[in-house]
Each structure stands twice: as C-alpha cells, then as structure tokens.
C-alpha cells in the first residue's frame, strides 16, 4: 500500500467512515510508532510500546465499534502529538544560547555564569549555553578573559581552541591569523593538529594558510590585553594582521596591496582616534591613502 492510500485510509478512520476491521493493527501502530520516534529525537521518554500495542489489538479485535472508543483513538494520537509539540517548544526554551555583539568601537564587559570576566574587543561576538556547565564558549574576533579557577574553560574559534584552568589572557581570532597571549597563568591553544602550552609573556601566532609557520614569540605580559587601555602594541607583526585588526577596530575597507601583506610592523595604534590610528599604522611603512566618508580606504602611489 503506497504512502498516499495509508494517510487516505487513517484520515477515513479518523473520521469514523471505515470500521476497524478495515484497518489492520499493523497501519494502525506505524501511525503511533511515528509519534514515538518523533518523541524519541527529542529525548522525550519513549512510550510503552507493549502496552500500545495491546490497546491495538483490544481496538481492532472489539467488534461493537462506539463513539466513545472512536473519541478515545482520535484523542491518543492528537494528545501525543501536541505531547510532541509542547516539549518540542519547551527543548528550544531551555537550551537558549546567550549572545553577545559588540559595535564598532565599542567594548563590551560581560561576567559568565561561573563568574570569570570577558571584555570583548570592538566588532566582535562570542556566544554560550546559557547553562553554561560545560564551560564552553565561542568567540569571533578578539577578547581579553579573566577565568575562575574550576574545570576546563574552552574557548573555540574558526581557527583553534583555547583550553585553561584559570588564567588571564587575550585571544584576537580576526582575518587569517589565530593570536593567543598569555597574561597570567597557563593557556593549552591546540589548532592544525598541534598544540601550544604558553605561561605568562609567551604568544602563539597561527596562520591559517597551512604554507605560513607558527611562532612562538615572548611579550611583555603588561601589553597583554593593552587595548583595554586604549591602544594595541606589536612586535615583528605580520602587517596585513595589523591593518585587519585596525579595519576591525574601526569599521573600515582596507584592501592592503600584496606587496605590503608579509611587511612586518613594530608599532601601535591608539582606538580612541581614527585619524592618529590610521597614521600610526600607514606612515612608518611610507604607505600613502585616502579615505572617504563610506570609511574605505583607498591606497596613493609613492
């Protein structure tokens, strides 16, 4: 029997135009046993499936049909589908994820269920079970974490996963490049295949193109974080990270020539003035540019 004279005949039933010894016991349960998988997928207690069953069989063997029986079938099968549905809406309801968007030049405090504190730098997102029990939480752009001590803390980009037990560290996950420095404490950064254990004033910088190294290099561990006092520092730093960072911090276009992309920058710029950044940034390096009102920047030719 195709699918389209099954869903005919049990709609016919359910009307009450054909007797039950119409319809076997088999047609009948696959109906219900759809309703239990469906509460299955959605670790909803399973249903008792013998005594379903029997009541089946009590049904289809009666042969004195009543209003009263064809009420009790019909109400079986809706009940447990609007069972389905209310714990279907009640799953969405407790398994919310908390969200949390910053603007361009904006930086966002935020204290996490367990207490540790995350300041998210400017254009950037991170989000978590609002339960938060697994202490797990994904971040895209850049911030500066502050962790209780407790079990892991994991933090997961496109690009690796940070895992600590308490410390204090800045994470930037922006463009092509995963930088990670640890301020205080001990960080775990496991990205491509390998992971990097880092104590106070080491970073990792990971390049997601598989042809550029990663470096571990040293910092001060006072300039991790220091844009949370207004300006970003670098050291040897790939440019084109530099100027992805500074697009990000500012809302800009900058589509950097090729020719200045594997530049290194030693340097800072300040996120409180646009002007006096885009200059920190551009001049040391003999870069001419423009920039219009739509904040695209536009490079000049020497």
């Not at 039933?13 to 119409?22: N, P, S």
């Not at 279907?88 to 309801?93: E, R, S």
């Not at 207490?115 to 950037?124: D, G, T």
């Amino acid at each position: 029997m195709n699918s389209d004279k099954e869903e005919n005949l049990l709609a016919k039933w359910l009307e009450g135009e054909i007797k039950d010894q119409e319809l076997n016991d088999q047609n009948l349960l696959q109906e219900l046993t759809n309703v239990v998988n469906a509460s299955e997928s959605l670790g909803i207690p399973p249903m008792d499936n013998t005594k379903v069953r029997a009541a089946i069989d009590l049904r289809i063997t009666s042969n004195q049909p009543s209003a009263k029986e064809f009420n009790l079938r019909r109400a079986m099968i809706v009940g447990a589908a609007a069972v389905v549905a209310i714990l279907l809406m009640f799953t969405l309801l407790i398994n919310n994820d908390v969200t949390i968007i910053s603007k361009v030049g904006e930086n966002i405090a935020h204290t996490l269920p367990d207490k540790s504190e995350v300041i998210l730098s400017s254009n950037s997102s991170m989000s978590y079970e609002e339960a938060f029990n697994q202490r797990t939480l994904k971040l895209g752009g850049e911030a500066f974490f502050k962790v209780e001590k407790g079990s892991k803390f994991i933090v997961q980009t496109t690009l690796g996963n940070i895992e600590v037990l308490g410390t204090s560290f800045d994470i930037n996950a922006r463009g092509e490049t995963l930088t990670v420095k640890c301020k205080t404490g001990k960080v775990k950064v496991t990205a491509k295949g390998e992971s990097y254990i880092l104590t106070p004033g080491l970073m990792v910088r990971i390049p997601k193109n598989n042809s550029k190294k990663q470096e571990i290099d040293q910092i001060e561990s006072q300039l991790v974080g220091s844009w949370l006092e207004g300006e970003y520092y670098y050291k040897s730093t790939p440019y084109i990270d530099v100027v992805n960072n500074l697009s990000a911090v500012f809302g800009l276009t900058i589509d950097l020539p090729k020719e200045h992309q594997n530049k290194l920058y030693s340097g800072s710029f300040v996120t409180a003035d646009k002007v006096k950044a885009l200059k920190m940034v551009f001049s040391p390096m003999n870069i001419n540019y423009t920039i219009d009102n739509d904040n695209v920047v536009s490079f000049v030719d020497n």
